[in-house]
């Protein structure tokens, strides 16, 4: 744009000098021819000046002492007495010899009108490339918005497309060739990668429920085989071993089932559920841990809160939460478990962690100090809030860990608010 | 049903009643497990493989307490629990399945099982189930476990030595009657976790408090009299021996 200004300003002042030298020389061109008639008039009339025939022109003669001084064209001011302005002349000085007396003549040719003409023809050209430029930019603009749309809307559907979520991959249609062919290549691509997906999706789904069966087998058969009771103190530790692998194992397998359950959306029904019950059911089962290692139990909770979950996944949430809590305290720590209507904290006492917080939700992060855990605790947490749309967060305060579950606004809000 | 004659140290002649189990899984490996473990416990156990077999023997035969597996290749095993509730009410009933779904744990305790249990599960724990529901079915309520010296009450969760009520939590209770259920065999100690605390717990973060509940229930039975039955396995688990 402001290049294209430029070049515009920049060719209409070399349109002006260019026009103004064809002018400067047509014009001494013709003040040439008058001067070879204008000298055959002197010698005609052998003297004496004849006035100019128009107005545009005029003609000074004047007696000089030698001539011989070279035709020389120049551009002069010259005050017209009528309009009372000064007007632009060309002006050509030459000088003859007529009877041994020598003459310099002054022949002024008006330039008024040509400048007039040259002004008016640079007005109409600069408002003719005005009214294109705008045209362009308007024409522009307008068809770059319908052309780029498709390409635009393209971008923003890569932008926002997850693999996950079912929704189709639809882009725009586009009468660009070349959009409508990377549309296409686009969509196939999509299409590929989604069904690789879904085909190695539903491929670990089927072999962690098929590894279930051969792995109660396994199980099984070493709890008989340590029945047998004829084996050295070496084949037991081995045989144990054997047992605790195949138990992990199990537990891996049917968190990661239940993983790929909630991602697939595999819980629909819900109901209102309490998650202070799940909490005083769950803190009475861990209650001898609890004691154990001497942790104090705050319970800040809000009387009758509600929320609409599956109840196997509130359970789930509440469950991995607080066993975190316990698993993570430190002896005679603190375990504060808050619920209010619009959210559920669960926090415990610690030393600070240095790792980064967005870790904590990754599969199998371990923190070093339980290395037995699965590490997929958290992983379920955030599984089910996103399912639900809460809002988990981590937060260091007051030397304690604390997770905060915020219940979404109309889905987990409180429906059987006491009125009081 | 069957009943023989069973002596006991304390309680003298009682009538003990055998269970007829009938065993539907049709993983026959595991099947054979079943009843290699629960062999020597006094019951009868018949295992068939598959749907049609299984509806042929309850059609044919009453039994006391199926276990069934859901996904059986050529049917459904709550279809088959639909069928025996209708012949039998005392009958009891364990699920095993693989699938660990909610919605058939709800279906089959709805229709009248007593137990579900995902695949793979403790033996000892399939045993457990089994003896409560011995003990439900042979008694009728009015219901005492009684082994040499200890005499359990189950429904008010009291126990007893040379009747001498135990001081006992919540948890050590269970243990002993998770031990009587399971005695003469080894019980790891994850079986103990899982069947203490479910799957509330990751096996690791709970041995030391196994350890903790078995120090306090030996020493409550030593000191009340009792024999020292509970013998530590090579750091694999324990063992009720009454041998």
Known sequence: ?420 | MVFKLCYFATSGIILNFVMKILIIEDEKTLSDAIVEYLDGEGHLCEVVYNFEEAIEKIELYEYDCMVVDINLPDGSGLDLIRLVKKKSIAVGIIIVSARNSLDNRIEGLEIGADHYLTKPFHLAELNAHLKSIHRRISFNGSNELVLNEIKLIPEEHRAFVLDQELVLTKKEYELLLFFISNKNKIITKAGLAEHLWGDHMDAADSYDFIYTHIKNLRRELLKKGCKDYIKTIYGLGYKFDLS
Not at chain 1, 73 to 87: G, P
Not at chain 1, 94 to 123: A, C, G, H, P, R
Request: aromatic residues 8%; hydrophobic residues 40%; contains cysteine.
């Open chain 1, 1 to 420: 744009m402001s290049i294209s200004l430029f070049i515009y300003l920049f060719g209409v002042i070399a349109f002006y000098f260019s026009l103004r030298l064809q002018v400067d020389g047509n014009v001494n061109k013709e003040m040439g021819k008058r001067k070879i008639s204008l000298i055959r008039q002197m010698e005609e009339a052998h003297s004496s000046v004849s006035q100019p025939p128009g107005r545009s022109e005029m003609v000074l003669i004047k007696p000089v002492e030698k001539a011989g001084s070279p035709d020389r064209y120049a551009d002069t001011l010259i005050f017209n007495k009528e309009e009372r302005k000064y007007e632009l002349y060309r002006q050509l000085n030459f000088t003859e010899t007529l009877n041994n007396q020598s003459f310099e003549v002054q022949i002024f040719k008006s330039l008024e009108e040509t400048d007039l003409l040259i002004v008016s023809i640079i007005m109409t050209m600069t408002i003719l490339v005005i009214l294109l430029i705008l045209t362009l930019l308007i024409v522009n603009r307008y068809s770059s918005r319908m052309v780029w749309s498709a390409f635009y809307d393209t971008v923003e559907k890569i932008n926002r497309y997850d693999l996950n979520s079912h929704e189709d991959f639809a882009l725009q249609d586009s009468d660009v060739k070349e959009f409508a062919d990377l549309n296409r290549v686009l969509h196939a691509m999509t299409e590929r990668i989604k069904s690789d997906y879904l085909n190695l999706k539903e491929y670990t789904e089927n072999a962690s429920h098929e590894i279930q069966t051969p792995l109660a087998i396994i199980h099984s058969k070493l709890e008989l085989l340590l029945q047998s009771g004829e084996m050295s103190e070496k084949q037991y530790k081995a045989l144990a071993d054997a047992y605790e692998a195949s138990i992990r194992l199990s537990k891996y397998n049917s968190t990661l089932i239940l993983l790929a359950k909630i991602e697939n959306k595999q819980f629909p029904e819900s109901k209102m559920v309490s998650p202070e019950a799940i909490v005083t059911s769950l803190l009475e089962n861990l209650d001898d841990l609890i004691r154990s290692k001497k942790i104090e139990v705050i319970r800040e909770i809000a009387p009758d809160v509600m929320v609409l979950m599956n109840p196997y996944l509130a359970e789930m949430l509440i469950v991995n939460l607080v066993k975190n809590a316990v698993r993570h305290n430190v002896k005679g720590g603190r375990l504060k478990v808050e619920i209010r209507e619009t959210f559920l904290r669960i926090s415990n006492s610690g030393i600070e962690i240095s790792a980064d917080e967005n870790l904590l939700f990754k599969r199998f992060y371990k923190s070093t100090s339980s290395p037995e855990s699965l590490g997929l605790g958290l992983a379920i947490v955030q599984k089910i809030c996103a399912l639900y749309g809460f809002d988990i967060s981590y937060q260091f305060r007051e030397q304690m860990h604390c997770m905060i579950v915020v219940f979404n606004k109309g889905v987990g809000m409180d429906l059987n608010r006491d009125p009081s």
